[in-house]
C-alpha cells in the first residue's frame, strides 16, 4: 500500500515538471547553446574545378550560408584581384575578368568572402583550381570544330579575326618574319615569283624556346597547293626543317592558319622561312629596307641573300609557353 502512495507522488510530480518546463543545468547551458547559433551566421567553404578560358559573366558556384533572416554577401580580398565577383543577395560567384582565368598563370583563384545577417558576421573561403585546356581550342570561334577533328601537325585555316585573336590572348606572343608595320605598310603589292623559298631577316626572330603556332601570307594565285612552313634554330641561311604538314590549297589574298598542337621548341634564337609555291605578295617599302636569304625551289638551306626594299609578305605568331 505504502509503494502505490509513493509511486502516485513520484508521477505528479513529473507531470508538474514537464508542464512547467523544469531542468537542470546541463538542459540550461544546451538551451544557451541554441540561442547562440541562431544569433549566428553559419557558412560552408567553397572547392570547386573550373575549365580555364571561361566567358565572362560565367556562373561558377554558390556560397551556401545560413543566418537570420536575409543574408549579404561581399567579397573582401581575391588572390587574383578583379577575377571575379558575387552577387550580394544569392552568394552566386561569377566570373568578372575572364582574361584572369589563365591556368599558365594563375592556376588558383580564390576569394575571401563576408557573410552578414541583420547583426552578425561570418567569414568563408572559394577556392577555384583551373583545369589546363587547349588555349587555342578556346579562343577560335568559326573554325573551331576543324580544329578540335584535326590531326596533331596540320594546318587549319582560321579567319583573320581568330588570328588576331590568337595574337592578343595567347600568353607572351611574339609576331616574326614580318613586322605589322612591314605588312601593313600603305604600299602596292607586288606579284614575288613563285616557287622560292625565303626567309625575311628583318630583326623579327623566333626567340629562344618557343613554339611557332600561327601564320599568315599573301597569296597571288588561288588553289595552289604544297607552301610549306619552315623553321631554322641555326642560322638565317639554315638548315630549316618543316614545321607541320603543308599548307591548305590558297586562295588569293591574305589568309590565315594556326597548326595542330605543335610540340617542338626553338633550341636556340630561331629564324621562320616560307616554301610558297606559286606567286607571293610583296611590299616595296623604301623606308624600311629589308634584307632576306632565298633559294629556288622547295629548299631547306637558303644560299643567296639580298638587300633591298621588298619585303615578302609572310608572317608567324610565336610564344614561349606551350598552352595546348
Known sequence: MNSVVKFAKFFALTVLCTTLSCGNDDDNDNNNDDNEMNNSVMTNDLVASVDEN??????????????DGDLTFSITSQNIPGAIR??????????????????????????????????????ATATFNLNDVDDIASFLSTSKDMYNTAADGDWITITEA????????????????????????????????????VSND???????SSYVFAF??????????????????????GTYVQLGGTLPKSVIGDQYFVIKKNTSATTAEGFLAFHF???IGVKNITSMPNQYAFERGDATNLTETF?????????????????W
Open 54 to 67: 571561361p566567358t565572362a559573366g560565367q556562373s561558377i558556384g554558390n556560397l551556401r550560408a545560413i543566418g
Open 216 to 237: 599568315k601570307y599573301n597569296a597571288q594565285d588561288a588553289d595552289i597547293e604544297g607552301s610549306k612552313v619552315l623553321v631554322s634554330d641555326t642560322a638565317i641561311a
Open 277 to 279: 609555291a606559286s606567286n
Open 307 to 323: 638587300n633591298d626594299n621588298a619585303t615578302f609578305l609572310y608572317q608567324g605568331l610565336s610564344t614561349t609557353q606551350k598552352q
Open 162 to 197: 581568330e588570328y588576331n585573336n590568337l595574337a592578343r590572348r595567347i600568353n607572351d606572343v611574339d609576331k616574326i618574319a614580318t613586322s605589322d608595320a612591314r605588312y601593313d605598310f600603305n604600299a602596292n603589292i607586288i606579284r614575288g615569283t613563285g616557287d622560292f623559298t
Open 202 to 208: 628583318n630583326g623579327q626572330n623566333i626567340p629562344s
Open 86 to 123: 558575387i552577387d550580394s543577395s544569392s552568394g552566386e560567384l561569377i566570373v568578372d575578368d575572364a582574361s584572369l582565368f589563365d591556368f599558365e598563370t594563375n592556376p588558383i583563384i580564390s576569394a575571401t568572402i563576408s557573410v552578414e545577417d541583420a547583426s552578425n558576421t561570418n567569414t
